[in-house]
């Protein structure tokens, strides 16, 4: 259950507030719809909610807000515009990633992809999914973690008729099954057909509030669809009797001999045509367009080619243009009661997709053997089995088409997590997110072929010390490419999240977690190590092949140069991480790589070894004194080398760099979880 309290977004300038004190709720086991013309504040109402946008009011899922649920992603399910993820990653793996982030199984993908139907594109790149199927695997995002609520934005936008049903389904089952569903969208016929309650926005206002069959009655306008080759003469005989017999009544002329009858009933309508020996064509019930100050354009037709027989007035008979005829609406029903107020077309538990004609792109995985009317399993939550029995709704009979059912699939089964949190349950997540795009491999390749010119050239121009020949670190470069290429990966670690936030529904825009951060630096290390180590030996292994074996020797003091490499290059990647993660930019993290040796290096050196009263001389050796005590089995060498790795102006300007930046992002953590 969701309860919405006084949401109210922060004011824009001189501008009211996008949305002013919306209360409202939505039940488990119903599907509840926001609707809205565009702007009216729906998206901003979703950003409340989910705690993504700054403002006043609070929301509580089943009696908690979500910033105080320890796994908000197995609580609630989000779909907020396309789904968010690096273009270049797989269907499959992005899921596989989430599922890595959220502790749940990784078969829970497959599971997911067989449910939305999404199978035969487990492979395909995010970047090239169609519309619908982007939608489709928004839906399997949401519901990958098995969550009770699902919040989405406007899911149905941009779909066929087809797709947008086999959405719909889709949430009514998971509502059927004693799930919360809330949806916005800007069509008030969607709304009616598929919501249980429906809360009406209007300028980031809520207006009204209500079930889905008094939204039919007030908000709606139903109408009777009637088609006649004497409409005209139809249309006057209707206003006379309704003027007789004192009926508000109004008839509307949509063109050529169609007829829509607002306030009428078939029956009526059927009986005056018999009478008067009128042959009908078509006598139909619809849901029309919205009343006035609701929606004024989902009204069909221009109304300037309208004519309407008002009670007491005859129509003027002018015909409009065909261009201003307005069709049919294609979800009409044919007539089966008397009064106006059991409308048809008022919401009832729908959970399967309707009919479809013949011709339409059929979508991925659906076989012919689906194609039947079996209803959809799942895992029971309190929910009737009755509602989700298949359904089927009618097509106009002058269609002539071949009518399918495309069955719904049923939903994943429950999966059952730890409910500890595991550490490795983000280095998981950090791992599948490095290895799932091909850009830190790109990086990787291009600084070893780098690494290997800058060292052959070096090498054939000589004045270059042996150990500077193998990290290929030229006396005029600040550093050298593999660090700069360490520094690069580093910052492409949160520069991800801040691009494609894959976490935006567990803790905001950029999940501010010391676990996650934690998983990236070791991630870092491991990769700039490996750097380090393939750059030295690609090095080694060329000046080899060119020059022969005199310039690949392994220098004797080869202990404190290595970790000083080694040091070097995993400390530039944790700055690209530390200053991605603060300055929220790829392009800041590699900055502050950079700037180390540029900017900090003269400083700390002027700092250390400037003029003064008194200077640092000799730091290193006291340092070495004091800290540095005779340990068993030679242990103090290993100690003495990172001392001396530290005490260099580099290191030290890298390790003062890092605490900063390590600083700056746990102050930047305490401040999102206090606001």
């Not at 306030?263 to 619809?286: K, N, P, S, Y």
């Not at 803790?507 to 010391?514: E, F, I, K, Q, S």
């Not at 003269?602 to 800290?627: D, I, Y």
Request: glycine share 10%; hydrophobic share 40%; with cysteine.
């Amino acid at each position: 259950m969701i309860q919405a309290f006084g949401l109210t977004s922060n004011p824009r300038k001189e501008l009211p507030p996008a949305v002013d004190d919306v209360s409202f709720e939505a039940r488990a086991g119903r599907i509840t719809a926001l609707l809205g013309a565009p702007g009216a504040g729906k998206t901003t109402v979703l950003r409340l909610m989910l705690e993504l946008q700054q403002g006043r009011g609070i929301t509580h899922f089943r009696g908690r807000p979500l910033h105080r649920i320890a796994h908000p992603s197995r609580e609630v399910g989000v779909l907020l515009g396309d789904v968010p993820g690096h273009p270049a990653r797989t269907v499959r793996g992005h899921l596989r990633m989430l599922c890595a982030a959220a502790g749940v199984p990784v078969r829970r993908a497959d599971e997911v992809l067989e449910a939305v139907g999404l199978v035969s594109l487990r492979e395909e790149r995010l970047g090239t999914l169609s519309r619908g199927m982007d939608r489709r695997l928004g839906l399997a995002c949401a519901l990958l973690a098995d969550p009770h609520t699902l919040v989405l934005d406007d899911p149905a936008d941009g779909l066929s008729t087809r797709e947008g049903a086999w959405l719909h389904g889709t949430l009514r089952a998971h509502a059927a099954q004693g799930g919360t569903v809330l949806f916005t969208t800007s069509d008030p016929k969607e709304a009616a057909r598929t919501a249980d309650r429906v809360a009406t926005l209007e300028q980031g206002r809520l207006v009204a509030d209500q079930e889905a069959a008094e939204f039919s009655r007030t908000r709606l306008r139903p109408r009777v669809a009637v088609r006649s080759p004497h409409a005209a003469r139809l249309a006057v005989l209707l206003a006379k009797q309704a003027r007789t017999a004192q009926l508000s009544v109004e008839v509307v002329r949509e063109g050529g001999n169609r007829l829509s009858v607002y306030g009428g009933t078939c029956a009526d309508i059927g009986e005056i045509a018999f009478r008067h020996g009128i042959v009908v064509h078509q006598l139909a019930d619809e849901i029309g367009d919205m009343g006035p100050g609701a929606g004024r354009d989902q009204v069909s037709g221009p109304p300037c080619d309208r004519h309407r027989v008002e009670a007491g007035r005859v129509p003027v008979t002018r015909q409009p243009s065909p261009s201003s005829e307005a069709p049919t609406d294609p979800t009409a029903e044919p007539c089966s009661t008397l009064d106006p107020e059991s409308h048809p077309d008022a919401p009832k538990p729908v959970t399967d997709p309707p009919s479809l004609s013949f011709g339409q792109p059929q979508l991925p995985d659906a076989e012919p053997d689906e194609l039947s009317e079996a209803p959809s399993t799942g895992r029971p939550r309190g929910g009737s089995p009755a509602a989700t029995a298949p359904s089927q709704s009618r097509l106009p009979a002058r269609a002539r088409t071949v009518r399918t059912l495309d069955a719904l699939p049923p939903l994943p089964p429950p999966i059952s997590v730890r409910p500890a949190p595991s550490p490795l349950r983000p280095l998981r997540y950090e791992i599948r997110r490095a290895a799932g795009i091909g850009t830190g491999f790109l990086t990787g390749a291009v600084t070893l072929a780098v690494s290997v010119v800058i060292a052959v050239v070096l090498a054939r121009i000589g004045h270059t010390p042996q150990p500077r020949l193998l990290a290929a670190w030229p006396q005029e470069l600040p550093l050298p490419p593999a660090a700069l290429g360490a520094g690069l990966l580093g910052a492409l670690a949160f520069g991800d999240e801040f691009r494609h936030p894959a976490l935006a529904a567990d803790r905001g825009t950029v999940p501010r977690r010391l676990g996650l951060l934690a998983a990236k630096l070791l991630v870092s290390s491991a990769t700039a190590l490996v750097l380090a180590v393939l750059t030295v030996g690609c090095d080694a292994e060329a000046l080899y092949l060119v020059y022969g074996r005199e310039l690949a020797q392994v220098p004797t003091d080869w202990l404190p140069l290595g970790a000083g490499w080694i040091g070097l290059v995993v400390g530039c990647a944790w700055a690209g991480v530390l200053a991605a993660g603060v300055f929220r930019s790829t392009t800041a993290g590699l900055a502050a790589v950079g700037a180390v040796p540029l900017l900090v290096v003269p400083v700390v050196h002027k700092l250390v070894n400037g003029p003064s009263v008194r200077t640092a001389a000799g730091l290193p050796m006291r340092l070495r004194e004091a800290v540095l005590p005779r340990w068993p089995f030679g242990g103090e060498r290993y100690l003495e080398a990172a001392l001396k790795v530290i005490s260099q102006p580099v290191g030290g300007a890298l390790t003062l760099s890092l605490t900063a930046l390590l600083c700056a992002y746990l102050l930047t953590t305490l401040r999102s979880r206090f606001r």
